[in-house]
Structures are given as structure tokens and as C-alpha cells.
């Protein structure tokens, strides 16, 4: 079946540097992937929606600054937290799916801003 | 926006036991997804509900998309240990596979030997 695969699954960095996640659909093309960050015990929340050669679309309130999105090509992309602080510590997830199928959801990235 | 009010919030059960969790919404979807979470890891799909009024089964679990379009439920027979962890419900408004979801606030399972 198709898998997406999320890198790193955990990273810990220091406040105000800069963290790359990655998400790749292995074995299919991906015009749409999904940015979801979820905290402890709570639901996944959209943050943003990542379209190949084009601009993502984010949700309200959520900093595009902030979170930096690119999708370059059918099966990558890529979440940057810029100037990391503590609050953004959390558990970020993506989805990507193909055409006619629910997405799959890569194991997700948990981050700790120290 | 729309909202997803996902109930129970917990349930600890004994292994045998069937359970049962549902989903309502403010607002209309054309798609109801039930997913599983372990700590630590992505949801994984569990069951796709297309119509209103489909009744859908997958092994010991069966979900309904409710007439309404605003409801949905998840029942799970004869719990067992592995069942343990978050359950999700999940709304799509649009009418592609690739639209947007809303996420309910989850359920957590506990299941005692």
C-alpha cells in the first residue's frame, strides 16, 4: 500500500534556530499533502494545505513567516519552523494522498524547542 | 467553521466488551472517515464512509454515515488489548478525495485484560 514517511520522526533544537521536516509519498505522486500539528492528547489541527508549484494555502492563524512550506515536487514536502521557541514544540504530521484515494499519514515529527 | 463534537472523550473497558464512540456535526459532510492512533505515531485509516445511511464493516469494527450527514458512529466488537489508543472521527465537506478534513477531539480506548 501507499506509505508516506515523515524525517525526522523526533528533533530537539534550540530557541530561535530553525527546523526542516520532510514528507515524502514513496510510491505515488502527490499533488496535495496536509500539515497538521497535534498536542498532547488533543485533536490534529490543519495548519496548512501544501499544493505542488504553488503557493500552500494556510489556515487562519496560523503564521505562513512561521511555518514555511514547499512542495518542489510530486512526492516532497517540506515544513520549516523558523525561529524555533518552546511554544512550537509539538507533534507535526502530514498527509498526502493521490487521486481517488484517502490520504495517508506520515508517523509524524515530534519536536521540542529547548 | 465547522466543528466536530466527538464523544466519549475516554472509555476504559474490559477486553470482551464492545464499544461504541460517535461524531456530530454543525454542518454538512459527504464524507465520514474513522481513523486509529498509537502514541507516537500518524492516524491510519480504519473505515471510509461515502453515502448517507452506509453501513461499512472492517473485521470487528463497523461504522454508519448518518441520514443526516452530521452524524457518524464507530462501534468495536469483542475489544481486545491491541484495540488500545486514540480514535478519531473525521469530516470532508468537499467532494474529493483530497479535500480538506475536520478532525474530531478523539477517544481515547483503554482496554483491561
Known amino acids: 500500500g501507499a506509505v508516506v514517511s515523515q524525517h525526522p520522526s523526533r528533533v530537539i533544537c534550540k530557541s530561535g534556530t530553525s527546523v526542516k521536516i520532510e514528507c515524502r509519498s514513496l510510491d505515488f505522486q502527490a499533488t496535495t499533502m496536509f500539515w497538521y500539528r497535534q498536542f498532547p492528547k488533543q485533536s490534529l489541527m490543519l495548519m496548512a494545505t501544501?499544493?505542488?508549484?504553488?503557493?500552500?494555502?494556510?489556515e487562519q492563524g496560523v503564521e505562513k513567516d512561521k511555518f514555511l512550506i514547499n512542495h518542489a515536487s510530486l512526492t516532497l514536502s517540506t515544513l520549516t519552523v523558523t525561529s524555533a521557541h518552546p511554544e512550537d514544540s509539538s507533534f507535526y504530521i502530514c498527509s498526502a494522498s493521490e487521486i481517488g484515494t484517502e490520504a495517508f499519514f506520515g508517523q509524524g515529527t515530534r519536536l521540542t524547542v529547548v | 467553521g465547522q466543528q466536530l463534537n466527538q464523544s466519549p472523550q475516554s472509555m476504559f473497558i474490559q477486553e470482551g466488551e464492545d464499544v461504541s464512540m460517535n461524531c456530530t456535526s454543525s454542518?454538512?459532510?459527504?464524507?465520514w472517515l474513522w481513523y486509529k492512533q498509537d502514541p507516537g505515531e500518524g492516524p491510519v485509516l480504519l473505515i471510509a464512509l461515502y453515502k448517507a445511511g452506509e453501513l461499512t464493516s472492517n473485521g470487528r469494527l463497523t461504522a454508519q454515515f448518518g441520514i443526516t450527514r452530521k452524524d457518524s458512529f464507530l462501534n468495536i466488537s469483542a475489544s481486545i488489548p491491541s484495540d488500545v489508543g486514540i480514535y478519531f472521527c473525521a469530516g470532508r465537506a468537499g467532494g474529493t478525495s483530497y479535500g480538506k478534513l475536520t478532525f474530531g477531539q478523539g477517544t481515547i480506548l483503554t482496554v483491561h485484560p
Open positions: 501544501s499544493n505542488e508549484g504553488s503557493k500552500a494555502t494556510y
Open positions: 454542518s454538512i459532510f459527504n464524507t
